[in-house]
């Protein structure tokens, strides 16, 4: 069964980093493309970063500079490396792959699919 688990969320101080892990099971993601989303509370899930099955990346200009996706095909595995972080990045963050093999990023959740639980991301001080 085709499952992301997303981790490494956490409770930090503005200004420090997390890097956050989508591990794929049931799959192999390399020839898809799988994007990070997110969902702070009483707003819409958002779109926030993409990497596509050639190592392309696209970023939510809000985050840009500040975070980096990437992958490791042998370890099935998608990170989000977040730096800076600010209050305004708290949400649940989410992983998914594109419902295309050998697609491109495209910001919008309804290109995407088998969404994992999500990672709690909370910046507070």
């Known amino acids: 069964q085709l499952q992301f688990l997303e981790s490494g969320g956490g409770l930090v101080e503005p200004g420090e980093s997390l890097r956050l892990n989508c591990a794929a099971s049931?799959?192999?993601?390399?020839?898809?493309?799988i994007g990070w989303f997110r969902q702070a509370p009483g707003k819409e899930r958002e779109w926030v970063s993409c990497?596509?099955?050639?190592?392309?990346?696209t970023y939510l200009n809000s985050v840009k500079g500040r975070f980096i996706i990437s992958r490791d095909n042998a370890k099935n595995t998608v990170y989000l490396q977040m730096n800076s972080l600010r209050p305004e990045d708290t949400a649940v963050y989410y992983c998914?792959?594109?419902?295309?093999?050998?697609?491109?990023?495209?910001?919008?959740?309804?290109?995407?699919?088998?969404w994992g639980q999500g990672t709690q991301v909370t910046v507070s001080s």
């Open positions: 990497i596509n099955w050639a190592g392309s990346t």
């Open positions: 049931g799959f192999t993601l390399s020839a898809y493309a």
């Open positions: 998914a792959v594109s419902k295309r093999v050998l697609g491109q990023c495209v910001p919008d959740e309804y290109e995407y699919q088998n």
